[in-house]
T-cell receptor, first 115, second 116 residues
């Protein structure tokens, strides 16, 4: 079974703090994704990575950065947390497909509150 | 640009009722994939089905069925004889590819509550 784990289920941070959200998958997937989920907006893609050290911006990258030094690990960084970044953050992984779209496997999510 | 619309924000039914969740998508690509995911109260999204644009056959899996109609750009999901365990948020998603596949565009989600 694919397993995607996230470092924390709940996190409370202060405005201006640097925040690291970690995600690890154990199925040797090439693709990894970070989404944020807000009521009424569904899931919105922040960044994704299709290989080690490779990254692409998603729909809402402002205020975030990512790091992928190892295939199994994808980190989301909030350089200076702000209250509008209070949200549920979901990590996902999938196989890479040139001619096919593979299903994504999701972690349990991190509910981040910035005060 | 791709877009997915789930017009039903919340649906409430009583156990054993049938319920249909609507999904309408927009894309200019002729090759694309559609997905449904379930998010139970625990929070982890669970994959339910993938359908590519060339396969318009409807699919049935137990109490779940999906109706894909390219003519109306819809990919609706029906749960027959609903159960309390079906209570969750359901997301429809689209992957229209490009240079490679993988990036999903999600709908807003439909919150389904099944009452005993």
């Amino acid at each position: 079974d694919v397993k995607v784990t996230q470092s924390s289920r709940y996190l409370v941070k202060r405005t201006g703090e640097k925040v690291f959200l970690e995600c690890v998958q154990d199925m040797d997937h090439e693709n990894m994704f970070w989404y944020r989920q807000d009521p009424g907006l569904g899931l919105r893609l922040i960044y994704f990575s299709y290989d080690v050290k490779m990254k692409e911006k998603g729909d809402i990258p402002e205020g975030y950065s990512v790091s992928r030094e190892k295939k199994e690990r994808f980190s989301l960084i909030l350089e200076s947390a702000s209250t509008n970044q209070t949200s549920m953050y979901l990590c996902a992984s999938s196989l890479f497909g040139l001619a096919i779209s593979y299903e994504q496997y999701f972690g349990p999510g991190t509910r981040l509150t910035v005060t | 640009a791709q877009k997915v619309t789930q017009a039903q924000t919340e649906i409430s039914v009583v156990e054993k009722e049938d319920v249909t969740l609507d999904c309408v998508y927009e894309t200019r690509d002729t090759t694309y994939y559609l997905f449904w995911y379930k998010q139970p109260p625990s929070g982890e999204l669970v994959f339910l089905i993938r359908r590519n644009s060339f396969d318009e056959q409807n699919e049935i899996s137990g109490r779940y069925s999906w109706n894909f109609q390219k003519s109306t750009s819809s990919f609706n999901f029906t749960i027959t004889a609903s159960q309390v365990v079906d209570s969750a948020v359901y997301f429809c998603a689209l992957d229209a590819g490009g240079t490679s596949y993988g990036k999903l565009t999600f709908g807003q989600g439909t919150i389904l509550t099944v009452h005993p």
